[in-house]
């Protein structure tokens, strides 16, 4: 059975501060991974989106997949208040998403 | 920018109607999906949609629900007979690859409440 876990927080940092976020998973067989953020009663807003294993950068994201260990992570650098969200993990292993169920970052002034 | 966009908002509806979400998915888009969020819960896939069929359908996606894309800019959601487990939040989402790939653009969502 597909399945995707993820700590919901919720997480609070300091304005600044580097955020780790992460996501498990037991089907070997996803090869696509995903970080949506979403914010209170809105929709899921893509962020970042990695094939297989290895990291990627942007601005001051950068997403981890490490399939060896099942293991996605989201780097988030000098984080600010705006950055304050849901954070989804999301990977297929096809055609269809599988989600976390997200984590809540709080960054405080 | 491009966006997803759904109407209506926020949708209330006796249980056993008929309710009809809408979304407007990105115009160069080819592939088109629903998901649902019940509060508090994980996002969950419900169907895809490429080409005039539906290419993938979760377990949720029963007799109940069907899609539609009626006029080649539209791409809607029937509940054919509205149960109270069905109140969710539904998001219309679009790709131009297939979202595995590419990943998925999310619309800000129907918010249903059936009572």
């Known amino acids: 059975q597909k399945e995707v876990e993820q700590d919901p927080g919720p997480l609070s940092v300091p304005e600044g501060a580097i955020v780790s976020l992460n996501c498990t998973y037991s089907?070997?067989?996803?090869?696509?991974f995903m970080w949506y953020r979403q914010y209170s009663r809105k929709g899921p807003e893509l962020l970042m989106y990695t094939y297989s294993s290895g990291n990627k950068e942007d601005g001051r994201f950068t997403a981890q997949v490490d399939k060896s260990s099942k293991y996605i992570s989201l780097f988030i650098r000098d984080s600010q208040p705006s950055d304050s969200a849901t954070y989804l993990c999301?990977?297929?292993?096809?055609?269809?998403?599988?989600f976390g169920k997200g984590t809540m970052l709080l960054v405080s002034p | 920018e491009p966006e997803v966009t759904q109407t209506p908002s926020h949708q209330v509806t006796q249980m056993g109607q008929e309710v009809i979400l809408r979304c407007v998915p990105i115009?160069?888009?080819?592939?088109f999906y629903w998901y649902r969020q019940i509060l508090g819960q994980k996002v969950e896939f419900l169907v895809s949609f490429y080409n005039n069929e539906i290419s993938e359908k979760s377990e949720i996606f029963d007799d109940q629900f069907s899609v539609e894309r009626p006029d080649g800019s539209n791409f809607t959601l029937k509940i054919r007979s509205t149960k109270l487990e069905d109140s969710a939040m539904y998001f219309c989402a679009s790709s131009a690859g297939r979202q595995d790939s590419l990943g998925a653009f999310f619309g800000q969502g129907t918010r249903l409440t059936v009572v």
């Open positions: 115009s160069n888009h080819l592939y």
């Open positions: 999301a990977m297929s292993e096809w055609s269809t998403l599988t």
């Open positions: 089907n070997s067989a996803f090869q696509y």
